[in-house]
């Protein structure tokens, strides 16, 4: 009977399953010869739930490249970059979310215990890496990145500090899904960078304990007056360079023709 009972529930997990998470494509259709080399690109909205934190998500991406997150709290997307701030004021699919949301929390409260320990959990290290968002100049405001991949379940905890100090007020963490439900996360720190800098990007998985830690000191930064300097010469330079072009091109084709 037991073995009967856990087939029926493995059932209906599996039928419900198919509901999370939502994908949306352009259905194929016949396209012209020089469409092949075009890539596809799809858009994904992703809820998730689980034991852990964030307790609850939902991520919005196109392609490989997150636009939302979702603050639950405050029934509002969250744009991951500023250029996404206008198309994140859509509250036309609110209903929607809150019923996926709260189908999601009683899947987690009803079928979970009945599949705990039945069911392999896949566990994936995170790793982290950390870069500026812009070039890097000495005096001039920049947001580093921490960048975390190969993580799955997305339970983890981000911390900044500089010179082994804790960072205060660090953005919310950005979690999104990608191909194979494998989850990738964001996390931002907007800082002016200086000569004797040390960052580092501490994230704790937090359903094991893992931590990966990621460093950033500055390397081959440009001092912004050489930078424009460098600019400035490259434009000249290619300017002088297409008149020389242009003079030896006029006096070639001006060339009487030889028998």
Not at 198 to 224: G, K, L, M
Request: a negative charge; one cysteine or more.
């Amino acid at each position: 009977m037991d073995h009967e009972r856990n087939q029926g529930v493995a059932l209906q997990l599996l039928q419900l399953l198919w509901l999370l998470p939502h994908s949306w494509g352009i259905p194929a259709a016949p396209a012209p010869v020089w469409w092949d080399d075009l890539q596809n690109h799809t858009f994904r909205h992703t809820m998730f739930c689980q034991d852990g934190s964030p307790s609850i998500g939902l991520s919005e991406s196109y392609g490989e490249d997150q636009l939302f997150s979702f603050n639950f709290s405050q029934n509002m997307r969250v744009p991951r970059l500023p250029e996404f701030a206008d198309w994140a004021q859509e509250h036309g699919d609110s209903l929607a979310i809150s019923f996926d949301k709260e189908f999601c929390e009683i899947m987690i409260q009803e079928i979970g215990p009945e599949l705990d320990g039945k069911i392999p959990v896949s566990r994936g290290f995170p790793v982290a890496e950390v870069f500026t968002m812009k070039p890097l100049e000495f005096g001039k405001p920049n947001t580093l990145v921490c960048f975390i991949s190969n993580l799955f379940p997305p339970t983890l905890t981000v911390n900044w500090q500089h010179h082994s100090v804790p960072v205060e007020g660090v953005g919310p963490t950005f979690v999104s899904a990608i191909d194979g439900l494998i989850f990738h996360a964001f996390s931002y720190l907007n800082f002016t960078p200086e000569p004797s800098d040390v960052f580092s990007c501490i994230v704790t998985h937090e359903i094991d304990r893992y931590t990966a830690i990621a460093f950033w000191v500055p390397q081959n930064a440009i001092p912004s007056d050489l930078l424009e300097n460098v600019l400035c010469g490259v434009a000249f330079g290619l300017g002088v360079l297409g008149i020389i072009v242009g003079a030896v091109l006029i006096i070639y084709f001006r060339k009487p023709c030889s028998d």
